[in-house]
């Protein structure tokens, strides 16, 4: 079966980003030694040195699971390392990073960082708005609580 000319830029593009962050992370490009780094981080996601390869050579996109692996060693948005979606690619978050958030949570601020930087705004503006409807929620009832009109 022949692939399709997508298909096999797709695969390209990602072994480009996926070199050009090993390269920014001083790591090695060489299928073996990459394939030893990516293995001791994959917890039983291991990658064999012909699976590596074919990342690096652009014959194959690695699971998203794997993919997680990488963008986490690599210091790179995993939607940044897939698909190349520069506009997301600074923006990095890891559950470990931010105790006490669950997954959901993560996912909102993902969602809210990917957003353009003018509907970022009007959401810290919506965010601002219910902030200061709750906080004068709050004193009326502090207000109600300690015997004052408000």
Request: hydrophobic share 40%; net charge negative.
């Given at each position: ?12 593009s ?17 299928s073996?030694?990459?394939c ?23 014959e ?25 979606d ?10 470990d ?12 601020i ?7 930087p ?5 959401m ?10 709750d ?16």
């Amino acid at each position: 079966m022949m692939d399709s000319k997508i298909a096999d830029d797709e695969r390209k593009s990602f072994s480009g980003r996926l070199i050009a962050a090993l390269r920014d992370n001083a790591q090695s490009t060489q299928s073996s030694q990459f394939c030893r780094e990516f293995n001791l981080r994959a917890d039983g996601a291991a990658v064999t040195v012909h699976g590596a390869r074919k990342w690096l050579h652009g014959e194959s996109i690695p699971t998203q699971e794997k993919i997680l692996i990488l963008a986490r060693w690599l210091n790179v948005n995993p939607a940044w390392l897939r698909f190349g979606d520069a506009e997301n690619s600074q923006y990095i978050i890891h559950a470990d990073d931010v105790p006490g958030l669950d997954s959901q949570q993560l996912m909102l601020i993902h969602d809210i960082m990917s957003l353009p930087p003018a509907a970022q705004l009007i959401m810290r503006d919506l965010v601002d708005s219910f902030l200061r409807h709750d906080g004068m929620q709050t004193a009326r009832r502090l207000d109600r609580q300690h015997g004052h009109s408000s």
